[in-house]
């Protein structure tokens, strides 16, 4: 089995994890929020010199590839992508639902539903549904929620909300079918299995031309008090 440094930048968490063999060796967190330009070369750093010290060989870099924080998985996948190419290993890129889908996917019944939701300001979420196999239900989507969202899937299945987005729903989205888990945020450690059985497929992305999945177009905004 490869050893593998996997990043995960895409929400208020910047991680980053070695692993080898389905074990993770070293993890590193920050989960302060809007940390992610001062700790994540630190982490790589640290984890890069614990490589040298134990005399390992790196086989692949994965990263959370969004949606998510245009900003953090901006600083990621840059990370990623310079890993990839100063090391001559592969890149692999997991999507961010994907992840969060994964660390559920054993707490529900079998016959429920799982939509991470992703924050993206206001009553707009970012999400997939996925079954419990993480077979693709509904595909990614920027959604702003109101009391009618994912009614018709809701009529036929449970579903279980959660996610940096899922909190604010929670008083919007009132169907029985309908519950919530609170603080389930993707950190890198959560990747191993899933960036694993990539190595194993060779499911890799191109380094040099691979962009991260923003989902929506970066809209920068004026400061109330500057002057135009």
């Not at 001559?88 to 996917?105: C, G």
Request: hydrophobic share 40%; charged share 20%; with cysteine.
């Amino acid at each position: 089995m490869p050893t593998i440094i996997h990043i995960e930048t895409a929400t208020e968490i910047c991680s980053c994890a070695l692993s080898r063999d389905g074990k993770v060796l070293l993890n590193k967190e920050n989960r302060q929020g809007q940390s992610h330009a001062t700790s994540l070369g630190v982490f790589v750093e640290e984890i890069m010199q614990f490589v040298r010290d134990n005399d390992m060989k790196i086989d692949a870099v994965s990263v959370s590839s969004g949606p998510g924080s245009y900003t953090g998985l901006r600083i990621g996948v840059s990370e990623a992508k310079g890993l990839s190419y100063g090391l001559e290993i592969p890149l692999i890129a997991i999507p961010t639902h994907h992840i969060m889908a994964w660390m559920m996917k054993d707490n529900v019944e079998s016959d429920s539903l799982l939509c991470p939701m992703i924050d993206a300001r206001r009553m707009e979420v970012y999400t997939t549904i996925f079954d419990t196999n993480l077979n693709v239900i509904r595909a990614t989507s920027a959604d702003i929620v109101d009391e009618n969202s994912y009614s018709d899937l809701l009529e036929k299945h449970h579903i279980i909300f959660f996610g940096n987005g899922a909190e604010k729903c929670k008083e919007i989205i009132t169907h029985s079918n309908a519950s919530f888990v609170s603080d389930v945020k993707p950190p890198a450690s959560a990747m191993v299995a899933l960036a694993e059985n990539a190595f194993s497929i060779g499911d890799f992305v191109d380094s040099a031309y691979f962009e991260p999945f923003y989902l929506k177009e970066f809209v920068a905004t004026v400061p109330k008090n500057k002057v135009i």
